[in-house]
């Protein structure tokens, strides 16, 4: 199959790359020039576990090419996907269609042939029949089905994710469409991977119900891990203690400090919008929403409460800002809120992350950016974990102490015992499990009787 991947972001160029590697003869196209110059080149533009190995392999076959001319690429080609950033429009927290649509446009005008044409961004229900009716004026006389196929892959294991999919969705509403994207999947298909074939707007929603249910599978468990902190109880041991059950599942239920990145607000927020714009609106989801929001001031406050009350003209270490391990992506972090209240509240922030401090650079200003996670902790008040990347499970908590201001943990992810880190002298503040000094006094021992 001939395929061209409009966007090479993220999903594009992981899809495209996967694509290639089953086979198939890709162009990744991108309005970028110098992404589009840097892939060409041999540089990978995001950093994503196994991605360089990936493209470079590729690339050297023959299979994988890079272009900025979509008009070229979409000519010869039997399958377009369009995989370009669908973000929350300024304003309402509509889904931004205009990138969606500008491709749309210059897709149409270069169709020759029929051609599938296929949404893999994250659109709202409805996307696809208006990626229809562009196509259609634009150029009456295309011959061209449009299919929706959602993403699910995860930023830091992408590559895993879209070769092993629990399941791949297509939507259609021509059956013309139906071979080419049996085709394109075939290789997944061999291996078991469910292809599941529905409506073009039941695929729409099929995305963001799943991104909405995960995001609110992490508030829930963010909640609990709150009453946890209220009662002595320990979050963890809930979350296995449920998650053990079938119909729960034990992923999504790690406590932390509110879900970012760039799906889960983007899609909550979108999903909430299209409800409540059909006037079927999704209490759940706006409460998810709602308490997500506020939880990251209150990882502020809590770094507040640790170091005695204030932070004013003292030093906090912010060791991780992604919004997950394994990517560079700062998109709509943690971090970012967590990290402005701190600075509100008067701290000087030094902080260190593997991957992500490129990014972090021009969204967070008034930052030392240190070379490791000790020379961020260097003379801090406070450290706090804020992304679990594995270079921060395993701290040596003595030299962390000697060169720190105070022994001060908060750790937001739960990487550590707290009987550890309390053995090594330092508060250690964690979520949702009370420490031995909560327990031996300060959590609220008696239960509540209704009056
Ligand atoms: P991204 O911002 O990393 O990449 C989008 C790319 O599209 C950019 O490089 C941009 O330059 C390019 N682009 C925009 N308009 C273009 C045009 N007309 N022609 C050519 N290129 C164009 O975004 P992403 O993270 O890859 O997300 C893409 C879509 O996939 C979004 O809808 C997102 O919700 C969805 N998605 C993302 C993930 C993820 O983990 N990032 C997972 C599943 C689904």
């Not at 609990?224 to 034990?250: F, M, P, T, Y």
């Not at 799906?263 to 409540?276: E, G, I, V």
């Not at 997500?292 to 270490?317: E, F």
Request: proline residues 5%.
């Amino acid at each position: 199959m001939r395929i061209v991947m409009i966007g090479s972001g993220y999903v594009g160029l992981v899809s495209g790359a996967c694509f290639a590697d089953f086979g198939h003869d890709v162009i990744c196209v991108d309005k970028d020039a110098d992404k589009i110059a840097k892939l060409k080149a041999g540089g990978i533009p995001i950093y994503e576990p196994g991605l360089d190995d990936l493209v470079v392999r590729n690339a050297a076959s023959g299979r994988l090419s890079f272009t900025t001319d979509l008009a070229g690429a979409v000519t010869q080609a039997d399958v377009v996907f369009i995989g370009v950033g669908t973000p929350s429009r300024r304003g309402d927290g509509h889904a931004d269609l205009s990138y969606v649509y500008g491709a749309a446009r210059e897709i149409a005008a270069a169709l020759q042939g029929f051609t599938v044409i296929v949404t893999k961004s994250t659109v709202p229900v409805g996307t696809g029949d208006e990626v229809e009716r562009i196509i259609r004026e634009t150029n009456p006389a295309a011959e061209f089905a449009v299919a929706s196929n959602p993403e699910f892959l995860r930023e830091g294991a992408a590559i895993e994710d879209f070769k092993h999919p629990d399941r791949i969705v297509i939507g259609i509403e021509d059956e013309r469409a139906r071979g080419p994207m049996e085709e394109v999947y075939r290789p997944l298909y061999l291996n078991k991977a469910p292809l599941l074939f529905t409506r073009r707007r039941t695929s729409e929603l099929i995305k963001y119900a799943a991104n909405a249910f995960l995001a609110m599978k992490i508030t829930f468990i963010n909640e609990i891990a709150d009453l946890c902190e209220k009662v002595g109880a320990d979050v963890q041991e809930v979350s296995r203690g449920i998650g053990l059950d079938n119909r729960i599942g034990a992923k999504f239920l790690h406590a932390g400090p509110g879900y970012g990145g760039s799906c889960f607000p983007k899609d909550t927020l979108a999903l909430m919008k299209t409800a409540q714009d059909h006037d079927s609106p999704i209490r759940l989801i706006e409460a998810t929403v709602a308490v997500n929001d506020q939880r990251k001031r209150a990882m502020a406050r809590k770094v507040l409460t640790a170091v005695g009350g204030s932070v004013r003209g003292r030093t906090v270490a912010v060791l991780g800002l992604t919004f997950k391990p394994n990517t560079d992506d700062m998109r709509d972090a943690p971090s970012l809120s967590i990290i402005q209240a701190l600075q509100d509240a008067g701290a000087t922030i030094r902080a260190y992350d593997p991957e992500g401090m490129a990014a972090a650079r021009p969204l967070l200003k008034d930052v030392h950016y240190a070379d490791s996670a000790y020379d961020a902790a260097e003379g801090a008040h406070a450290a706090v974990i804020v992304t679990e990347w594995d270079a921060f499970r395993a701290l040596d908590l003595p030299r962390l102490k000697t060169i720190m201001a105070q022994p001060v943990l908060v750790d937001l992810r739960n990487v550590y015992p707290p009987e550890k880190v309390e053995a090594e002298g330092f508060r250690y503040v964690s979520v949702g499990r009370p420490s031995d000094a909560d327990l031996a006094g300060n959590v609220d021992a008696s239960p509540r009787q209704a009056a």
